[in-house]
């Protein structure tokens, strides 16, 4: 059961490859179910945070970490894959034969998933933190913030890309992929209010990219991204 929130559990019997189910107390909001949340507002958009499953997510388009060759793996990857269905990953190989380059991203539909599209990221590898990490994981995310612009999303969903497998630390994935939503979402036009803490908000969703969300597997990824996350709002 490591790296499942608390507020999932497997189908008994399922073993540890089993779907993941919501448990009592977990609620659904217009976007799927969710456990934590956390909401920030920043030029009139929604910032979230939540834990859950990313597979599970109804927003336009969901992101995967994906690898440069695009040839499905396990993680993130792989539930999307088992969840999207094949057509995913034949749409990928026809579309993309060389793959896609790390701190880029590219697009597919989403099989039987509840979104438009899947937009495959490819986040680095952590080596020692000097080898042009941050800057391939925040274009990593900004790509992917380009391509919902480009295609009308109103809401995209995101893993904390490369912090599986690929070994970068929570707290610096965190700072860099936060700190890159709400500098692209300023970016955007709007009354360019700054990143505050909302409870119950009234910000509208039905504008391009009114929706970004940040999806924990873990209730500890969740601490640590809300962290950074309050850090920033305050800064
Ligand atoms: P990478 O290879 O980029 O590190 P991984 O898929 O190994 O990607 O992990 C990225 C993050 O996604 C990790 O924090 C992992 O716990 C989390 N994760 C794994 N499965 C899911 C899922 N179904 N939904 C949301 N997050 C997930």
Not at 63 to 79: S, T
């Amino acid at each position: 059961m490591q790296g499942v929130p608390a507020v999932w559990r497997r189908l008994p019997g399922s073993g540890s490859s089993g779907r993941l189910v919501p448990q009592a107390g977990l609620t659904t909001n217009d976007f799927g179910p969710i456990g934590n949340l956390m909401q920030v507002s920043v030029n009139q958009r929604l910032v979230e945070l939540v834990t859950g499953d990313i597979t599970r997510q109804e927003v336009d388009a969901i992101v995967n970490a994906a690898n440069r060759r695009l040839a499905g793996g396990g993680g993130v990857d792989g539930a999307i894959h088992r969840a999207g269905g094949p057509a995913i990953m034949r749409e990928t190989r026809e579309k993309y034969p060389d793959g896609c380059p790390t701190g880029s991203a590219v697009l597919s539909g989403a099989g039987n998933l509840a979104a438009r599209f899947i937009f495959h990221a490819v986040g680095p590898v952590w080596h020692d933190g000097e080898s042009g990490e941050p800057q391939l994981l925040t274009t990593a995310y900004r790509r992917c913030l380009e391509l919902a612009r480009e295609q009308a999303c109103r809401s995209i969903a995101f893993p904390a890309i490369s912090t599986g497998v690929y070994g970068y630390p929570q707290p610096l994935a965190a700072q860099a992929s936060l700190a890159e939503i709400i500098r692209f979402l300023l970016s955007l036009p709007g009354d360019e209010s700054q990143p505050v803490v909302v409870t119950s908000s009234a910000t509208t969703v039905q504008q391009p990219l009114g929706l970004t969300r940040m999806v924990l597997f873990a209730e500890r990824d969740y601490d640590v991204f809300a962290e950074v996350l309050r850090g920033l709002v305050a800064a």
